[in-house]
């Protein structure tokens, strides 16, 4: 087999591995009627089609940072909408919510990538920051770690309330977890020098 001949079927097949999940087909409403989510890349939208909507579509706002390795994650109650940007990881999860008849933003979880991993070892492997939020009960949780002196620290938890408004589906971009880095990263920033 000629070398550029096998250099393509080695990439193909390995796009082919590595792509992500671009479509979650299940019962979102509660109906028993399948209904579908999915991220089109050529728009940089997640679309959602209710049975319990006529079959509607709905399309969220623009998603500018929308990577190449975005994915869907199916949960009991709705689906993960899974984005990582620059040293940044996002998990946006979405519920259905029967009054308005809506997927509805309910989570937000956050993972930083900041700290060398085969520096300060298996600590900082999965990220060296870790937040989340409940936008239903605006309960943040944040857990950092930081270099001092060429070692690392675990800062102490941060519980806070953040407030953010209601996000559905339609009204969802990238724009509200940048808002939240910038809120996490407040936070960090304060328990830095709250912590000796």
């Known amino acids: 087999m000629k070398p550029i001949l096998f250099l393509a079927l080695f990439l193909i097949s390995f796009a082919g591995i590595?792509?992500?999940?671009?479509?979650?087909?299940k019962d979102f409403d509660g109906d028993r009627i399948r209904d579908t989510v999915y991220i089109d890349s050529d728009?940089?939208?997640?679309?959602?089609?209710?049975?319990?909507?006529?079959?509607?579509k709905t399309a969220s706002q623009e998603i500018r940072s929308l990577n190449f390795g975005n994915t869907l994650v199916e949960t009991p109650n709705g689906f993960e909408?899974?984005?990582?940007?620059?040293?940044?990881g996002f998990i946006?999860?979405?519920?259905y919510d029967s009054k308005t008849r809506k997927m509805q933003l309910v989570k937000i979880k956050r993972t930083d990538y900041d700290?060398?991993?085969?520096?300060?070892g298996p600590e900082v492997r999965y990220g060296s920051g870790k937040t989340s939020i409940n936008l239903v009960t605006n309960k943040y949780v944040g857990d950092f770690y930081v270099v001092r002196d060429e070692k690392l620290k675990k800062l102490?938890?941060?519980?806070?309330?953040?407030?953010?408004?209601?996000?559905?589906l339609e009204s969802?971009?990238?724009?509200?977890?940048?808002?939240?880095?910038?809120?996490?990263?407040?936070?960090?920033?304060?328990?830095?020098?709250e912590t000796p």
Request: proline residues 3%; glycine residues 2%; negative net charge.
């Open 115 to 120: 700290i060398d991993r085969n520096k300060y």
């Open 18 to 25: 590595s792509q992500s999940t671009r479509e979650i087909i």
């Open 172 to 193: 969802f971009s990238d724009m509200i977890y940048f808002e939240y880095e910038k809120m996490c990263l407040e936070l960090y920033e304060m328990a830095k020098k």
């Open 43 to 56: 728009l940089d939208k997640l679309f959602c089609v209710l049975s319990i909507n006529d079959f509607k």
């Open 92 to 95: 946006n999860e979405f519920k």
């Open 156 to 168: 102490p938890t941060i519980y806070s309330e953040l407030v953010f408004p209601t996000t559905y």
């Open 81 to 88: 909408f899974w984005n990582d940007y620059g040293r940044s």
